[in-house]
């Protein structure tokens, strides 16, 4: 599982150090891609990456599995960190997510996710904790 908030800087080259904790997690090399709610990058291992393929290309609806191939692989990188930790995040990725400087590696359970720091805080300010328990209560079990 991953988990944990991690705050980094993308240097002049597009690469930020990214987590020992979630590196360990992932693997020798993984996936970046676009995340769904246009503000982050989605960062699976190979094993969720294959997971995530196979229910994409299950989508029975043909608009509907053409569209979520074009979003998660056009534009998806493999990386794979170098002696001291760092990944080049592409500049397509980093354009999407609008990484320009200070940016959070997060851990999401099966994914990580890699946002812009302001953007990450106001995101996560708008999260408030009795809005978690509604969603907890309607889900039907208890945290």
Known sequence: M???????????????????????????????TRGL???CLYVYSHEEWEILRQNVNAVTHLQERIDLQRHL???????????????????????????DRDVVVTGAS???EIWDAGLW????????????????????FTI
């Open 37 to 39: 709610d246009n503000y």
């Open 73 to 99: 692989f056009s534009g998806a990188d493999n990386a794979k960190p170098d002696k001291q930790g760092r990944i080049l995040i592409p500049q397509n990725l980093r354009e999407y997510a609008n990484l």
């Open 110 to 112: 099966t994914r990580a």
């Open 2 to 32: 991953l988990t944990g908030e991690f705050f980094h800087s993308v240097d002049e080259k597009g690469r930020i150090n990214f987590p020992a904790k979630l590196r360990e997690a992932l693997g020798d090399s993984f996936f970046i």
């Open 121 to 140: 805080k106001e995101v996560f300010a708008k999260i408030s904790p009795m809005g978690i328990m509604e969603k907890i209560s309607k889900l039907g």
